[in-house]
């Protein structure tokens, strides 16, 4: 079976936004990548955006007319199946995060060696940077992970599942633990310490934020490793140098096996 190349990014929805998408999607034009799901692309014409620097990726979803439902958007070289957005309940504290209308975007994917659910995702924030299990943001974060566990749980066990995006927690924290092992997932970068958003002044030893989590076919196993990508700043297409989001993508190449 052919390795299976993915990318999950959270382009960020502020700043020089087109400029930065029309960048992602001439370096993504230019990747090998199968599936690529993103985060924070916010309203259907960034993602227009994207699909038009992008055309080698013929299947894309997103829900949405206007403002895009999470946010979130899924390009594949392949043939999507089913696609269905789920979206998080809205629990107090209330915050601004109620205008992206979170979710997952759950995708079954017609892949060379058979079906492939993709669930995209960006979970909301913890303003208080506390993710001990009594902080109030937390306990959101366990509510929107459960959601995801049941998706999971609901896709038959002969169907590999690959759980990606800004899920917000660290990859030490006590929630992803419970919630990875809850789902039956593995953790593609188990034990990676490296940030996955860009050090700032304000925040100059950020956590892992982004995830790739996969789930095998029953009696087979899914394998493979993952690294960050676009750290560096890139040339957009007047000339100025700009990173392309405050997050790193993460790239995973996973192997499908029996």
């Not at 799901?37 to 699909?51: D, K, S």
């Not at 269905?84 to 629990?91: A, E, G, K």
């Not at 993710?131 to 609901?154: C, D, K, Q």
Request: hydrophobic share 45%.
């Amino acid at each position: 079976m052919k390795p299976l190349r993915l990318l999950t990014m959270n382009t960020l929805f502020t700043g020089d936004v087109p400029a930065r998408l029309r960048a992602l999607g001439a370096a993504l034009q230019e990747s090998d990548y199968d599936i690529v799901c993103l985060q924070e692309v916010m309203f259907r014409r960034n993602a227009r955006l994207i699909r038009r620097a992008a055309p080698a990726y013929g299947h894309f979803a997103c829900s949405g007319t206007v403002l895009l439902k999470g946010g979130l958007v899924l390009l594949s070289r392949w043939p999507i199946k089913e696609r269905r957005f789920v979206r998080y309940p809205m629990t107090s504290p209330v915050r601004g995060e109620f205008f992206m209308r979170k979710g997952a975007q759950v995708a079954s994917i017609a892949t060379p060696d058979g079906e492939l659910v993709v669930v995209n995702t960006h979970l909301s924030a913890n303003r208080d940077d506390d993710w001990s299990p009594a902080n109030r943001y937390t306990r959101i974060a366990e509510a929107e992970l459960a959601l995801v566990a049941g998706l999971i749980e609901g896709v038959g066990p002969s169907v590999p599942v690959v759980v990606v995006g800004d899920l917000n927690v660290p990859r030490d924290s006590a929630v992803l633990a419970d919630f990875v092992a809850a789902a039956g997932l593995r953790d593609v970068l188990a034990g990676d310490t490296r940030p996955t958003y860009r050090p700032t002044p304000q925040w100059p030893t950020p956590p892992a934020l982004d995830h790739v989590l996969v789930r095998a076919a029953a009696g087979e196993t899914l394998t493979g490793g993952a690294d960050f990508v676009f750290q560096d700043e890139v040339t957009l297409d007047d000339g100025r140098r700009a990173y392309l989001s405050d997050h790193y993508g993460v790239q995973a190449r996973l192997i499908r096996s029996k």
